[in-house]
């Protein structure tokens, strides 16, 4: 269901979590209608607890362990009518949802155990795998917060307050909660200016903002153009409130994201597809406009739709490009998300394999820093990751053997979408004076 050792920000998603508006659909889990004895039984039984553990049926057809995260009533049901939101414990966040309470097996239901022995148990009958996918998922990406502070944010953050979104073409499946003002709290679904990235509570709202909202792409300076992809630099003063658009849309995509409201520090890169309609956003970066930690990333995301499309590597490679061009060496922010690290691993390896195969004689990690403009830590751990590394006569030197190479860059997949530096036409932050 989830495939977080897929080397890709953009392969995210289990499930296609979003539908072309012009009929396009996904599959739908058909539910049997109640019989008697279940009505009986629904009816006499007690709400289930937060907290309760129990098997729920996902779109899959199948039956996946859950926690009872929330409960509400269901709107003109009985006293005992609550739908659930659950949190599918194998998986990462992004699937939690509301369910009805037919989609639980209440013959599985567990009481709340000392959560402790309950891990000890549960890890005794995963596989070495189900452990890894489990920790890749829930615990990189928060690696800046204490035991304290990760449980206040997984409380404040617990229930997706947006279910879907449409924008554009699409409409797409959330996957977060992000703290939108409170006058939106009651809407399920909200209506994005593909854009301006304003948003509206009702269609109509959207279709009377489309007809005055003279933008046919994001609001700032295009410094890439190669075929129909075009890339933005939006400047987060010049153009504050779409900035701040940006983050809440963002967020609903990204767990780890600290929402921005001054945005007024950062630079936005955002990739379009473009036609004769306008630039339609695909994904984007974020940069801050002065980093003392040589960070030339802060925040990326491909939008659901275009994922699986090779845009993430773009992104990340086009953030080195423009570290390039500023002459400096650059690393992404930490935390990085479970599929940003991935993806991010996947690029050292491809740019750093390529090039000890081209190379003839030794060769320095600094060296290589200055080629790629990857920082030497960065250079440093991915080598040791890939046992490329070793310790001879009182140093470290880089194992090269050819074989061994060829085998890693298969691992890390293929590079994605090329950026033709020919093409970037781009002047760094301090020079625009």
Not at 81 to 108: A, G, P
Not at 255 to 281: A, I, N
Not at 386 to 393: A, D, G, H, P
Not at 403 to 426: F, N, T
Request: glycine share 6%.
């Amino acid at each position: 269901i989830d495939t977080p050792n897929n080397a890709d920000n953009d392969s995210a998603h289990p499930a296609d979590n979003h539908r072309h508006l012009a009929g396009e659909s996904t599959d739908f889990v058909v539910t049997q209608p109640e019989n008697e004895s279940y009505r009986k039984r629904k009816s006499s039984m007690l709400p289930l607890e937060v907290g309760t553990r129990v098997l729920c049926r996902w779109r899959d057809s199948k039956h996946h362990p859950v926690k009872v995260i929330e409960r509400r009533r269901v709107p003109s049901g009985g006293p005992n009518d609550y739908e659930y939101y659950v949190h599918y414990t194998e998986f990462n966040r992004r699937l939690d949802e509301w369910v009805k309470l037919e989609q639980l097996d209440l013959k599985s239901v567990e009481t709340v155990v000392d959560e402790k022995v309950e891990d000890k148990v549960t890890s005794l009958k995963m596989t070495r795998h189900q452990k890894r996918k489990i920790d890749e998922t829930h615990v990189e990406g928060h690696e800046e917060l204490d035991a304290a502070s990760l449980r206040e944010h997984e409380e404040f953050t617990k229930v997706k307050n947006i279910a879907t979104i449409e924008l554009g073409r699409y409409e797409i499946e959330t996957w977060y909660f992000s703290p939108f003002p409170p006058e939106y709290n009651d809407s399920l679904k909200l209506y994005f200016c593909e854009f301006c990235l304003n948003f509206m509570k009702r269609p109509e709202q959207l279709q009377r903002h489309m007809k005055k909202c003279d933008l046919k792409h994001p609001p700032g300076d295009e410094i890439y153009r190669s075929g129909t992809l075009s890339m933005f630099e939006v400047d987060g003063k010049k153009n504050k409130v779409y900035g701040q658009n940006l983050c809440y849309l963002a967020k609903l995509f990204l767990d780890h994201k600290t929402l921005y409201y001054d945005v007024d520090l950062f630079l936005f890169y955002v990739l379009c597809e473009c036609d004769d309609r306008g630039c339609h956003m695909v994904g984007y970066f974020s940069k801050e406009k002065h980093s003392e930690e040589s960070y030339n990333l802060a925040c990326i995301l491909t939008l659901p739709p275009y994922q699986r499309k090779g845009y993430g590597k773009f992104l990340i490679a086009f953030s080195y490009e423009l570290s390039k061009k500023e002459g400096k060496v650059g690393t992404p922010e930490r935390p990085l998300s479970d599929l940003g690290l991935l993806s991010y691993r996947g690029y050292w390896t491809r740019v750093l394999l390529d090039i000890l195969k081209k190379h003839k004689g030794n060769i320095s990690i600094k060296e290589l820093s200055d080629m790629t403009a990857i920082k030497a830590e960065d250079i440093l751990t991915t080598l040791q990751s890939l046992e490329l590394i070793q310790y001879r006569k009182g140093q470290h030197v880089i194992c090269a053997d050819p074989k061994v190479l060829d085998r890693h860059l298969k691992a890390a997949g293929r590079g994605g979408l090329e950026v033709d530096v020919s093409k970037l036409i781009w002047t760094p932050y301090k020079e625009q004076g």
